[in-house]
């Protein structure tokens, strides 16, 4: 864990983010709508979401060496 509290406060925001995308993209792939073209790209909007916080959540969140 990072020493710094202000950056483990910013890893663990950064992993509740990335959950809530999963959870949008779960919702969205469950509508059992027709795959329209504004669905996939909400999908893929929210799974870069996803990439994005996560990364953030290890880059704050852990100490990484220099």
């Given at each position: 864990?990072?020493?710094?509290?202000?950056?483990?406060?910013?890893?663990?925001?950064?992993?509740?983010?990335?959950?809530?995308?999963?959870?949008?993209?779960?919702?969205?792939?469950?509508?059992g709508q027709?795959?329209?073209f504004r669905?996939?790209?909400?999908?893929?909007?929210?799974?870069l979401?996803?990439?994005?916080?996560?990364?953030g959540?290890?880059?704050?969140?852990?100490?990484?060496?220099?």
């Amino acid at each position: 864990m990072n020493p710094i509290p202000t950056e483990v406060t910013t890893g663990a925001t950064d992993l509740i983010l990335g959950l809530l995308a999963i959870a949008c993209i779960v919702r969205l792939a469950g509508l059992g709508q027709r795959e329209t073209f504004r669905s996939r790209l909400w999908i893929a909007i929210f799974a870069l979401l996803t990439v994005a916080s996560m990364l953030g959540a290890v880059t704050h969140g852990l100490d990484l060496a220099d």
